[in-house]
């Protein structure tokens, strides 16, 4: 019988390299893909030239090519950058000038990386794509049920991003890092001597300059409109260049001046308004999730569950009330900072990730 096929979406960096080296090591028939997203040259104007920061650089790409090499595994490279700004930078552009907070890296997962690369290596004859996220898949063969489910590396599990991927699609992913951590990985690339070893952590939206999504929605999203700063009262404070420059909860760099600290509370781009207030009002228990995924089928209702309302938030217990087809009221035991609209609230029980969808 011949070994399984799998293809390993190889970023040029650490995690993705190990994973190649680790399923080479397992026996399978392996070979890296690199997908070109971005080009450097699309940074904003004025930026920094540093493609090294941005996703799909040169350099990462031959550094992907470099470790397929010491591998000895096939490379290849697929272009993605016409679908890549059309269902991932142009909804990240429209949502921000909605006032929202988006995940893009979400988003990308879902259509790009676990959507068209999927479908492509499988149409190329692979049974698997691997990817150097901090994840598990568990596979019962009794059931013949999938399950994603948290890293062993908790400053580093990465299912968050995952919850998006269609449940089907599951038992075509490989996720080798799942039980490993950062160090270990670090440490396997240096076993294999792979140059990847020490290169740097990826930054945080791989396509945009320095983290500059301020610089990045002036050149590719023209529509921003000035507006008012209110209080809860609707006395206006200030003015202000375009809703997408503020978050919810900040504090600094509102341009004006109250006597205490104040901080975002809410954004209406429709009426071009910033509303502020106080520390207090940036606590929320209560909101709503739309377009949920289901990794696992949740039973009955209401469905009580560890809720994440963004990737670096620790976790809340809550209960799940539907609302709708794709609907849902998530209430949190205790009150979060920032329950912000865009941004991803994912669901656990334990370890096991359940589902998730975008917060309204």
Same mark, same amino acid.
């Given at each position: =019988?011949?070994?399984?096929?799998?293809?390993?979406? =190889?970023?040029?960096?650490?995690?993705?390299?190990?994973?190649?080296?680790?399923?080479?090591?397992?026996?399978?028939?392996?070979?890296?893909?690199? =997908?070109?997203?971005?080009?450097?040259?699309?940074?904003?104007?004025?930026?920094?030239?540093?493609?090294?920061?941005?996703?799909?650089?040169?350099?990462?790409?031959?550094?992907?090519?470099?470790?397929?090499?010491? %591998?000895?595994?096939?490379?290849?490279?697929?272009?993605?950058?016409?679908?890549?700004?059309?269902?991932?930078?142009?909804?990240?552009?429209?949502?921000?000038?909605?006032?929202?907070?988006?995940?893009?890296?979400?988003?990308?997962?879902?259509?790009?990386?676990?959507?068209?690369?999927?479908?492509?290596?499988?149409?190329?004859?692979?049974?698997?794509?691997?990817?150097?996220?901090?994840?598990?898949?568990?596979?019962?063969?009794?059931?013949?049920?999938?399950?994603?489910?948290?890293?062993?590396?908790?400053?580093?599990?990465?299912?968050?991003?995952?919850?998006?991927?269609?449940?089907?699609? %599951?038992?075509?992913?490989?996720?080798?890092?799942?039980?490993?951590?950062?160090?270990?990985?670090?440490?396997?690339?240096?076993?294999?001597?792979?140059?990847?070893?020490?290169?740097?952590?990826?930054?945080?939206?791989?396509?945009?300059?320095?983290?500059?999504?301020?610089?990045?929605?002036?050149?590719?999203?023209?529509?921003?409109?000035?507006?008012?700063?209110?209080?809860?009262?609707?006395?206006?404070?200030?003015?202000?260049?375009?809703?997408?420059?503020?978050?919810?909860?900040?504090?600094?760099?509102?341009?004006?001046?109250?006597?205490?600290?104040?901080?975002?509370?809410?954004?209406?781009?429709?009426?071009?308004?910033?509303?502020?207030?106080?520390?207090?009002?940036?606590?929320?228990?209560?909101?709503?999730?739309?377009?949920?995924?289901?990794?696992?089928?949740?039973?009955?209702?209401?469905?009580?569950?560890?809720?994440?309302?963004?990737?670096?938030?620790?976790?809340?217990?809550?209960?799940?009330?539907?609302?709708?087809?794709?609907?849902?009221?998530?209430?949190?035991?205790?009150?979060?900072?920032?329950?912000?609209?865009?941004?991803?609230?994912?669901?656990?029980?334990?370890?096991?990730?359940?589902?998730?969808?975008?917060?309204?």
């Amino acid at each position: =019988m011949k070994n399984p096929k799998v293809a390993v979406a =190889m970023s040029g960096g650490v995690d993705s390299s190990v994973a190649a080296a680790l399923l080479k090591a397992q026996g399978y028939d392996t070979a890296g893909i690199t =997908m070109r997203l971005w080009s450097c040259e699309e940074a904003p104007a004025g930026a920094a030239k540093n493609p090294g920061k941005l996703c799909c650089s040169y350099n990462d790409a031959l550094d992907a090519r470099k470790v397929a090499g010491k %591998l000895g595994i096939p490379h290849y490279i697929v272009d993605y950058r016409q679908e890549f700004s059309v269902q991932v930078v142009k909804p990240f552009c429209e949502n921000y000038r909605k006032g929202r907070t988006p995940n893009p890296c979400v988003l990308c997962n879902e259509k790009i990386k676990f959507g068209l690369l999927l479908k492509k290596i499988k149409a190329l004859g692979f049974d698997y794509l691997a990817t150097g996220h901090y994840a598990s898949i568990i596979r019962d063969p009794k059931t013949d049920s999938v399950l994603l489910k948290k890293g062993k590396d908790d400053r580093n599990d990465q299912s968050y991003w995952l919850y998006s991927v269609k449940p089907g699609n %599951l038992k075509h992913i490989l996720l080798p890092l799942g039980g490993l951590t950062k160090e270990e990985v670090r440490g396997l690339a240096k076993k294999y001597r792979l140059h990847t070893a020490e290169k740097p952590k990826s930054q945080e939206i791989c396509f945009i300059q320095d983290n500059n999504y301020r610089a990045f929605l002036r050149q590719y999203s023209k529509h921003e409109r000035p507006g008012r700063i209110i209080d809860k009262n609707g006395k206006i404070l200030g003015r202000h260049a375009g809703v997408s420059n503020f978050t919810l909860g900040q504090r600094s760099g509102l341009g004006i001046s109250a006597g205490r600290r104040i901080y975002v509370i809410k954004r209406i781009p429709e009426k071009k308004l910033v509303v502020v207030g106080d520390e207090k009002d940036v606590y929320s228990s209560e909101f709503t999730a739309k377009n949920v995924n289901w990794l696992v089928k949740p039973g009955r209702f209401p469905l009580k569950a560890q809720v994440k309302i963004r990737y670096t938030n620790k976790g809340s217990a809550g209960t799940i009330y539907k609302l709708g087809k794709i609907l849902y009221k998530i209430v949190l035991e205790q009150p979060q900072w920032a329950l912000t609209p865009g941004q991803s609230a994912v669901f656990y029980n334990g370890s096991t990730l359940l589902g998730g969808g975008i917060i309204q």
